[in-house]
């Protein structure tokens, strides 16, 4: 019981501040040896455990801030929102699909004149058993998406629903891709969006897909 103690506390206490039932000033004291070092310890983390404390974060969003952390909604909602937001850009021809819209309060559909802006991230488990850190952003100045993954020390590719879409390198860590490929390519997906990283092996003078 006595070595089991510390596995018990903080399983107790993960689970209160998933609840958001632990105070803040708590909640800083406990996970600061993270918050300091969150893109380098992160990946480290099993991924049930990254998605817990991202949605810690989530839930205490003023703990991420104090430490200069901006904790986007997951990627696979920001796509959803994406998604949901561009087919409604092309009303002359009838959306095939439907998503089920992310429960995130940065719909701004209802004001076409409003600039529309979607970002979400995520740590991912790749092929080889390693993790990356993703970031997705749109905004509708440029109609084009963009994809970044840091600190990156190796090629890989992103898969949506199956489909590669572009390939980030160590060079290259943030790459765009049409708006209008990128809808493309959800169109393709079922109701639920997927996202796999894959290791890539990129020969010196070879550049990602940034189309």
């Given at each position: ?23 803040a000033q708590t909640v800083l004291a406990v996970l600061e040896p993270l918050l300091s070092n969150f893109h380098e310890l992160m990946p480290q983390l099993q991924p049930e455990v ?135 390519i959800l169109k393709k997906c079922s109701r639920k969006i997927s996202v796999k990283v894959i290791e890539a092996e990129v020969k010196p003078n070879e550049s990602g897909d940034s189309?």
């Amino acid at each position: 019981m006595f070595e089991r103690f510390p596995d018990l506390l903080f399983s107790n206490l993960r689970r209160q501040m998933l609840l958001g039932r632990v105070p803040a000033q708590t909640v800083l004291a406990v996970l600061e040896p993270l918050l300091s070092n969150f893109h380098e310890l992160m990946p480290q983390l099993q991924p049930e455990v990254q998605t817990d404390f991202e949605n810690i974060l989530r839930i205490y969003p003023d703990v991420a801030e104090s430490r200069g952390i901006s904790v986007k909604p997951p990627v696979p909602d920001s796509l959803n929102l994406f998604a949901e937001y561009w087919s409604q850009r092309r009303r002359s021809t009838p959306a095939p699909f439907e998503f089920d819209m992310a429960a995130e309060p940065q719909q701004k559909l209802e004001s076409p004149g409003m600039p529309f802006v979607s970002e979400g991230q995520g740590f991912f488990g790749t092929d080889k058993g390693n993790s990356v850190y993703l970031e997705f952003f749109y905004s509708d100045e440029d109609d084009c998406a963009f994809f970044e993954c840091r600190p990156l020390s190796f090629a890989v590719e992103i898969h949506i629903c199956g489909i590669h879409m572009l390939t980030l390198t160590p060079s290259e860590p943030k790459q765009k891709i049409q708006a209008d490929r990128l809808f493309d390519i959800l169109k393709k997906c079922s109701r639920k969006i997927s996202v796999k990283v894959i290791e890539a092996e990129v020969k010196p003078n070879e550049s990602g897909d940034s189309s």
